[in-house]
């Protein structure tokens, strides 16, 4: 059975940084697409950046140039370096190790139990 978590989150101050961690076992996932979401209060969860198997990469608008998401070649281990962090930006972040190599995989996939951001202004 996959096993998905997430750590890393916790309370920034606007402005700061913080790196999220998501590591999957019980699976070779590592030909796998791998992703990041999150969830506000009483919103459906949202994509904020994607990797597929091959090291492509996308992101959410308001991700795009202050997130990066990378993973570590032939492991189930992918993270978000998330940079000027902003209020807007809490929320509980979710990785999703997809079902396969690409982005629709994810919507297939094994997720994890989410990490929580927090952004003070």
């Known amino acids: 059975q996959v096993q998905v978590v997430e750590s890393g989150g916790g309370l920034v101050q606007a402005g700061g940084s913080l790196r999220l961690s998501c590591a999957a076992s019980g699976s070779d996932g590592s030909h796998n697409a791998m992703g990041w979401y999150r969830q506000f209060p009483g919103k459906k969860r949202e994509l904020v950046a994607r990797?597929?198997?091959?090291?492509?990469?996308d992101y959410a608008d308001s991700a795009q140039g202050r997130f990066t998401i990378s993973r570590e070649a032939n492991k189930n281990t992918m993270y978000l370096q998330m940079n000027g962090l902003k209020p807007d930006d809490t929320a509980v972040y979710y990785c999703v190790l997809g079902s396969g190599a690409y982005y629709y995989n994810l919507d297939f996939g094994s997720w994890g139990q989410g990490t929580q951001v927090t952004v003070s202004s």
């Open positions: 990797i597929s198997s091959g090291g492509t990469t």
